[in-house]
């Protein structure tokens, strides 16, 4: 099983950044396809980008040209740095794994593991 912890996020205006970690323990982290999901009051949980132990990564269109998924395999680290926040960004984050090795990791049943995750809150 994979213990993961979020931190980093907080409250910020709009246009500004905020770069969220997560730190992986349990498991070989270079076996794990890692991904951030989010999810907003009343909403459901969704996608925001994921990275598999390679560095291929893949965003949702709210993520692309503003957020940059990355990870350090040696800190057992993934990050998610945002930019030109908007309040349609508040939500709670969450990281989650993937075994990559027997799931594809393209859907939110494939990850096994998730973090307590770490509130994000942008104001107008």
């Known amino acids: 099983q994979v213990q993961l912890v979020e931190s980093g996020g907080g409250l910020v205006q709009a246009g500004g950044s905020l770069k969220l970690s997560c730190v992986a323990s349990?498991?070989?982290?270079?076996?794990?396809?890692m991904g951030w999901y989010r999810q907003a009051p009343g909403e459901e949980r969704m996608s925001v980008a994921r990275?598999?132990?390679?560095?291929?990564?893949s965003y949702a269109d709210s993520a692309k040209d503003r957020f940059t998924i990355s990870r350090d395999n040696a800190k057992n680290i993934m990050y998610l740095e945002m930019n030109d926040l908007n309040p349609d960004d508040t939500a709670m984050y969450y990281c989650?794994?993937?075994?990559?090795?027997?799931?594809?990791?393209?859907?939110?049943?494939?990850?096994?593991?998730w973090g307590q995750g770490t509130q994000v809150t942008v104001s107008a």
């Open positions: 349990g498991s070989a982290f270079t076996s794990l396809t």
């Open positions: 989650a794994s993937c075994r990559a090795q027997f799931k594809t990791c393209k859907f939110q049943s494939d990850y096994d593991s």
């Open positions: 990275i598999r132990a390679s560095g291929q990564s």
